[in-house]
């Protein structure tokens, strides 16, 4: 595969740079010395404001997009909320990826989620699986708009030629991640309900579900590198994984966070929540093949992420419930 750099000094617009993934992409792009980077905040700019979007584009004409805005949320926040999740992200799609080929964008990347894959697809799951069964139904919503994402990138590329690609992450944390209590994924309400437990010196944390499900996490620090990289070294239609390979139980994630936290009470389960997809371990191999490896193992990841949580804490930036 041909390696491309990407032009340092060329405008790039980080859509989305408030999130836990276009904030860490912004990170690293500054670290690597990008001279011309252009962002928005959803105040500034509503992305799901198709007027609004073609001015900017009109205006700004950025080479490079990295299309990390999105309506996200965990489980609870995703089965409650389908129609937002389906509609704010068709339309934040629809309007970046048509108003960057509109004004000359020649490099785009567009994140989307390992929820795309089917609920049974064969583990760990390859890219090919796309498409070839039903979807987990507490995040359907969200994956038919991501999946229409992936096959706009596709038919961008078809009919006009551009140089555009997608990237589907696994489950990802890190600072600048949600930390709302119901609303949010699991790594960061499990660190703020053990932190809570921890201080007020409670005897027991809940836990969603049943504990079974296994879920594989990668740092957004990773996935930034990951971003750049495949800008670099991909430029083909089909999404690319990005991910660590492993994956854990529920239980073992939720016992790895109150040892980082430094909880020692019990774990109670409440199996009135939903457990969502039983396993969704991507298979990396492809995105390993060019030259990508994660860095940053769980345990790291999640001491740094709690001593950040803690910062945000004690500068209040972030509020206890
Ligand atoms: P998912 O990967 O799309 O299912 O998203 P989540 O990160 O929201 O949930 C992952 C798994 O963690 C599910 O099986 C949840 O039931 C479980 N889980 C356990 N405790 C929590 C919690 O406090 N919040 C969330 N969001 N999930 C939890």
Redo the contacts with the bound molecule.
């Keep these: 595969m041909a390696v491309t750099s990407l032009d340092r000094s060329a405008r790039t617009y980080v859509a989305g740079h408030r999130g836990l993934v276009g904030g860490a992409v912004l990170r690293h792009l500054q670290q690597l010395g990008f001279g011309d980077l252009v962002t928005r905040s959803s105040s500034e700019l509503d992305l799901r404001d198709p007027v609004a979007v073609e001015a900017f584009f009109a205006e700004q004409r950025p080479a490079t997009v990295i299309l990390a805005a999105a309506k996200v949320g ?3 926040a ?1 089965s409650t909320y389908p129609a937002d999740f389906l509609s704010d992200n068709l339309r934040i799609q629809v309007n970046v990826l048509d108003a960057a080929a509109r004004h000359g964008s020649t490099k785009l990347l567009f994140l989307g989620s390992s ?1 795309i894959y089917p609920k049974f697809a064969p583990q760990p799951i390859r890219e090919d699986s796309l498409l070839t069964g039903p979807l ?1 139904p ?2 359907d919503a969200y994956a038919i708009a991501k999946i229409a994402g992936v096959l706009h990138v596709q038919a961008l590329r078809r009919q006009y030629g551009l140089h555009y690609i997608s990237a589907m992450p696994t ?1 990802l944390y890190g600072p600048g991640d949600n930390f709302h209590p ?1 609303g ?4 960061p ?2 660190i703020r ?1 053990f932190d809570e437990a921890a201080r007020s010196g409670a005897s027991s944390v ?4 049943t ?1 079974a ?1 296994r ?1 594989e996490f990668l740092h957004v620090d990773d996935l930034a590198r990951a971003c750049v990289h495949l800008l670099e070294h991909y430029d083909e239609p089909e999404p690319v994984n990005i991910g660590v390979g492993e994956d854990l139980s ?1 239980r073992e ?2 016992e790895l966070v109150a040892e980082v936290v430094g909880f020692q009470g019990e774990l109670e389960f409440d199996t009135s ?5 039983p396993r ?1 371990l991507l298979d990396v191999s492809k995105i390993k093949s060019f030259g990508w490896e994660p860095r940053i193992t769980l345990r790291d990841g999640l001491k740094q992420t709690y001593r950040w949580y803690c910062e945000q804490l004690e500068t209040g930036q972030l509020q206890r419930t």
């Design positions: 965990g489980i609870l995703n929820c987990e507490t995040n489950n119901t949010s994924h699991v790594l309400a499990l309900r809940t836990v969603w579900g504990g499900p879920r529920i994630i939720a929540k939903p457990d969502g997809t969704k």
